[in-house]
C-alpha cells in the first residue's frame, strides 16, 4: 500500500478548514456510513454463501439465487468502500518509487496520480450512470432464471464510483485550494 492512513485515524482533508474541509467532512460522514453498511453487504454473502453449501450438500435443497445475491453484495461492498479506501489513500501504490523520490518530487507525483485517478473515475462515473440506466430503461435482467434487475448491480457500481469520484475530486481541489496550496507548503 502507499502510505495509507490506519482505519481510525483521520485523514488531513477533514481537518482543512473552510468550504473544503466542511465538504470533506461531510463526505467523510458519508463514507463512514457506507463503509458499515459494506462490511455488513460483506458478512452477509458469508453467510449466503456457507447456507448455500449447507443446503445444496446437506440438505440436497437446491438454490438458484445465491451467487447473483453474493456477487451483488460484492460487488457493492467493492465499489462503494472505495471512497473510504481512497480517502485514507489505502489504494495500492507503489512504495519503492514513493520512498525513491525526494519528498517535493513525491508531492508532485502523487498530485499528478491524483488528477489523472480522477480523470478516470470520472469517465467510469459517466458509463456506470449510463449503464444503470440502459438496465433500467430496457428491463435488463440476469441471465439466471431468478432473472433479478440489473439495475441493482450497476446502481451499486455507479453510486460507489460517483463517492469515488467525489473523493478524488476533493483531493484535486486541495491541490489548488487546500491549506498546503494557499501557504505554499510541501509535505
Not at 438458484?64 to 451483488?72: A, K, L, N, R
Not at 520512498?99 to 518530487?105: T, Y
Not at 430496457?138 to 469515488?164: C, F, K, R
Amino acid at each position: 500500500m502507499s502510505g495509507g492512513l490506519p482505519t481510525d485515524q483521520q485523514p488531513e482533508l477533514v481537518n482543512a478548514p473552510g468550504t473544503l474541509g466542511i465538504l470533506a467532512r461531510a463526505l467523510s460522514g458519508v463514507h463512514a456510513v457506507v463503509m458499515r453498511i459494506s462490511m455488513l453487504a460483506l458478512i452477509a454473502a458469508c453467510i449466503v454463501l456457507a447456507t448455500s453449501v449447507f443446503l445444496r450438500y446437506f440438505l440436497k435443497v437446491p438454490t438458484d439465487w445465491q451467487d447473483e445475491v453474493s456477487v451483488f453484495l460484492l460487488v457493492g461492498a467493492t465499489f462503494m468502500s472505495a471512497g473510504f479506501v481512497q480517502e485514507r489513500r489505502g489504494h495500492i501504490g507503489i512504495e519503492a518509487v514513493a520512498s525513491l523520490l525526494p519528498s517535493s518530487m513525491n508531492k508532485l507525483r502523487e498530485n499528478f496520480c491524483d488528477l489523472g485517478s480522477f480523470a478516470f473515475c470520472l469517465f467510469f462515473t459517466w458509463k456506470s450512470w449510463t449503464l444503470c440506466y440502459e438496465a433500467w430503461d430496457e428491463g435488463q435482467t440476469t441471465s439466471s432464471s431468478w432473472a433479478p434487475s440489473l439495475v441493482i448491480p450497476y446502481g451499486l457500481m455507479s453510486i460507489g464510483m460517483t463517492l469515488l469520484t467525489l473523493q478524488l475530486l476533493i483531493q484535486c481541489a486541495a491541490i489548488f485550494f487546500g491549506p498546503r496550496a494557499q501557504s505554499g507548503e510541501s509535505k
